[in-house]
T-cell receptor, first 112, second 109 residues
Framework: SQTIHQWPATLVQPVGSPLSLECTVE??????LYWYRQAAGRGLQLLFY??????ISSEVPQNLSASRPQDRQFILSSKKLLLSDSGFYLC???????????FGEGSRLTVL | EDQVTQSPEALRLQEGESSSLNCSYT??????LFWYRQDPGKGPEFLFT???AGEEKEKERLKATLTKKESFLHITAPKPEDSATYLC??????????FGKGTRLHILP
């Protein structure tokens, strides 16, 4: 069966520090991969999605970036965090061309 | 611009009191509409996929329906364990999937 792992689960970072969140999927090949952010009262905001290695689509211009160095690995990064980057970050995967998303447990980021 | 709007934002029901949650959407070329359940501090859990108007899906006390402009999630005789945030999402052309802000459902015992 397929599983998705996301880490770290919680982190507190100062403004201006770098960020790296990692997500890996097991038990499937060539998944679509997604990063969402959930802020209070704003619902799930799509940040990036990827349909293959090295292929990243960005939905929101901001100081975040994403990379997909391997088929089942998706990384969310920032060089300098802003206060507004605080939130609950969720990684998800789907089978190619299908829409059902399977989410990780999330990473809660607090920027101080 | 593709858009998903859910209502109400929050709903409190007594145990056994049936109701419906609404999801209205504006997309060009709907490929699928999805319902998820999210418990506090957790990632959303997939419930249903609907592809075309008139389609219905059921799971325990939940039934999802779809028209050309909206979807409803009907909850029949809910129990306290049904308390959660219910999210609606749509997939238009391509691989982008857009979510609504969700409905927070609280079932009182």
């Amino acid at each position: 069966s397929q599983t998705i792992h996301q880490w770290p689960a919680t982190l507190v970072q100062p403004v201006g520090s770098p960020l790296s969140l990692e997500c890996t999927v097991e038990g499937t090949s060539n998944p679509n991969l997604y990063w969402y952010r959930q802020a209070a009262g704003r619902g799930l905001q799509l940040l990036f999605y990827s349909v293959g290695i090295g292929q990243i689509s960005s939905e929101v211009p901001q100081n975040l970036s994403a990379s997909r160095p391997q088929d089942r690995q998706f990384i969310l990064s920032s060089k300098k965090l802003l206060l507004s980057d605080s939130g609950f970050y969720l990684c998800a995967w789907s089978f190619l061309a299908a829409g059902e998303l399977f989410f990780g447990e999330g990473s809660r980021l607090t920027v101080l | 611009e593709d858009q998903v709007t859910q209502s109400p934002e929050a709903l409190r029901l007594q145990e056994g009191e049936s109701s419906s949650l609404n999801c209205s959407y504006t997309v060009s070329g709907l490929r699928g509409l999805f319902w998820y359940r999210q418990d506090p501090g957790k990632g959303p859990e997939f419930l249903f996929t609907l592809y075309s108007a008139g389609e219905e899906k059921e799971k325990e006390r939940l039934k999802a329906t779809l028209t050309k402009k909206e979807s409803f999630l009907h909850i029949t005789a809910p129990k306290p364990e049904d308390s959660a945030t219910y999210l609606c999402a749509v997939q238009a052309g391509g691989d982008k999937i857009i979510f609504g802000k969700g409905t927070r459902l609280h079932i009182l015992p």
